[in-house]
């Protein structure tokens, strides 16, 4: 579950190009590709250690006139995804993951 004083951050060194609204993120210390959809690149884009994941999913959900539940939950398994993948800055993997376990991987 996230802390409360959680405020992921991607990686300094990761090379991020947009293309079409989709990211593609190439990890050189991995040598792993990654490639997100344009909602999760909008997430990703927002990743600055600046708000916690509750903050940004409460943005969003005002934004698009969404559920705060269901955006939040949306974002946590993004960030749980990234964070096992090893593109954010101070988490662990299966952090942001809902109590039932499952990590969204």
């Keep these: 579950m996230e ?8 990686r ?7 293309l079409d609204g989709e990211a593609v993120i190439y990890d050189e210390v991995s040598g792993d590709f990654h490639r997100l959809n344009p909602t999760a690149t909008l997430v990703f884009s927002l990743l600055d250690g600046s708000a916690t994941l509750e903050e940004l999913a409460r943005d969003l ?12 939950a949306q974002v946590r398994e993004l960030a749980s995804q990234l ?6 800055v101070g988490t662990e993997p299966g952090l942001f993951a809902e109590a039932d376990g499952d990590d969204g991987a």
């Excluded at 802390?3 to 991607?10: H, W």
Aim: proline residues 3%; negative net charge.
């Design 3 to 10: 802390r409360l004083d959680e405020r992921p951050r991607i």
């Design 83 to 88: 964070a096992a993948s090893h593109l954010l």
């Design 61 to 72: 959900s005002k934004a698009y006139a969404m559920k705060d539940e269901d955006v939040i």
């Design 12 to 18: 300094d060194d990761l090379t991020v190009v947009e």
